[in-house]
């Protein structure tokens, strides 16, 4: 198969153990060119999955890569539906709203944080946890289910139709699930760092309707 350019993607899980022997992946010589899309760790010990996607004879860039999907979001129907439907709900809101802007700050400002602390996470992970974070407001607000987690088969939805891959889809709902309340004991995990993103995104400190905020002080980013 891989002789014959019939496989799109290679996953590699590599865990921090020396075996000194092993097999060869071929018995041939092979010729494609490959990027590195992803890179996913698995635990504490050090175990990782490589997530590589084939490329054609012309040579093309991560960023070009990458684009081609997290962009897709934004054009999704059912995203724009969902924005469209917030935007009418918070019509009347005095307080920070959930809306492109928003969703747009606290994509760029996860994928800063990803890239200042050398963190393991690609574009399409950062974009794709940032645009869709909030996405579930829209069905806390008719029934009450808590968005982060409302939002999980609207997320699989979406991202499995911009041609994510379910490792990754699994990755952004866990963070999306995790984002309400920051775990000291995950830092470092898109999860805690989506947390980060999602508050320094806020100026509170030029809100007018700061006074009234529910928000705990602590949690209003005020510089």
């Known amino acids: 198969f ?6 799109d993607e290679i996953f590699l899980t590599i865990e921090p153990v020396l075996l000194g022997t092993g097999l ?43 684009e ?10 059912l995203f724009l539906k969902i924005l469209n439907q917030l935007e009418l709900m918070e019509g009347d809101r005095v307080f920070c709203k959930h809306d492109l802007p928003h969703f747009l700050d606290t ?42 987690i409302a939002a999980e088969p609207v997320v699989q939805e979406i991202l499995g139709q911009c041609s994510y891959t379910e490792v990754e889809i699994d990755e952004i709902v866990r963070a999306i699930s995790a984002h309400g309340e920051k775990d000291a004991s995950s830092f470092g995990s898109l999860g805690e760092l989506l947390y980060r993103a999602d508050k320094t995104g806020r100026p509170c400190c030029h809100c007018s309707a700061a006074e009234d905020c529910y928000w705990p002080e602590e949690r209003k980013q005020n510089s």
């Open 2 to 7: 891989l002789k014959e350019n019939l496989v």
């Open 24 to 66: 060869r992946l071929s018995a041939g010589e092979l010729d494609s060119r490959w990027i590195l899309a992803n890179l996913i760790p698995l635990n504490q010990a050090g175990t990782v999955v490589m997530h590589y996607r084939r490329i054609g004879e012309t040579p093309v860039s991560i960023s070009e890569q990458t």
């Open 68 to 77: 081609k999907r997290w962009r897709g979001i934004l054009r999704h129907p």
């Open 107 to 148: 994509a760029r400002i996860l994928y800063t944080m990803v890239l200042e602390g050398g963190y393991p996470y690609s574009m399409d992970l950062a974009y794709g946890a940032g645009l869709l974070h909030d996405i579930g407001r829209y069905i806390e607000y008719t029934g009450g289910t808590p968005h982060e």
